[in-house]
């Protein structure tokens, strides 16, 4: 508890010192598992900041070709993401996109972000080096890899487990290996063993 209350701490110095400097972009990637989202809600709960998920610009079907999915970090649509989010954000302006449905392989209705003191841009591949560029500050939360099974396992069921030991992860760690996400941000959280905030 008290590790999760001054990794929480961190977090929150982090953002107030971003959100006196104006407009600013900060970005949580990480293991699956680490508590990405749930970072992300606790500083929209404390902050009433707006959230962004990479979740929402995976790959859609009809681009997935076999020579973009070698490229670490390929199955995401970060061309989109820099576009219609860090584009207009970093300069001022709205971001107005769609979000995409991996089971449906459909684009939902359009969702705005205003620009404010603080946007949170949560999610594995948010620190793609196409997109590193834009951000204010970065934090990077790891796990170890039995818990990180747990807390899978814990949220869905031993095939989706199965799917994600197979496919999302060695993606995930080819991603971060390759361009040293890990590297460069100026807080790494092992969220190994928090459990009052459910990371």
């Not at 040293?180 to 990371?199: N, W």
Request: aromatic residues 10%; contains cysteine; proline residues 6%.
């Amino acid at each position: 508890m008290l590790e999760e209350e001054k990794a929480l701490e961190e977090v929150r110095k982090l953002c107030e010192r971003l959100r006196r400097d104006g407009c600013a972009l900060l970005a949580i990637d990480g293991r699956c598992g680490s508590g990405k989202t749930t970072l992300a809600e606790y500083l929209h709960q404390q902050y009433e900041c707006p959230v962004i998920h990479m979740d929402d610009f995976y790959l859609p079907k009809s681009h997935r070709t076999k020579e973009r999915l070698q490229i670490p970090g390929g199955n995401v649509d970060w061309e989109r993401f820099l576009q219609e989010v860090l584009r207009p954000l970093r300069t001022g302006k709205p971001a107005v996109y769609r979000p995409y449905h991996c089971k449906e392989d459909t684009f939902g209705e359009p969702k705005t972000a205003c620009p404010g003191p603080l946007t949170i841009i949560e999610g594995s591949y948010s620190l793609h080096p196409s997109l590193r560029v834009f951000y204010d500050d970065e934090v990077f939360l790891t796990i170890s890899k039995e818990e990180q099974e747990q807390r899978i396992l814990k949220r869905s069921n031993p095939e989706i487990l199965k799917i994600y030991k197979e496919n999302w992860i060695p993606m995930e760690e080819r991603y971060f290996s390759n361009y040293r996400i890990e590297e460069g941000c100026s807080l790494v959280l092992d969220t190994t063993g928090y459990r009052a905030l459910s990371f």
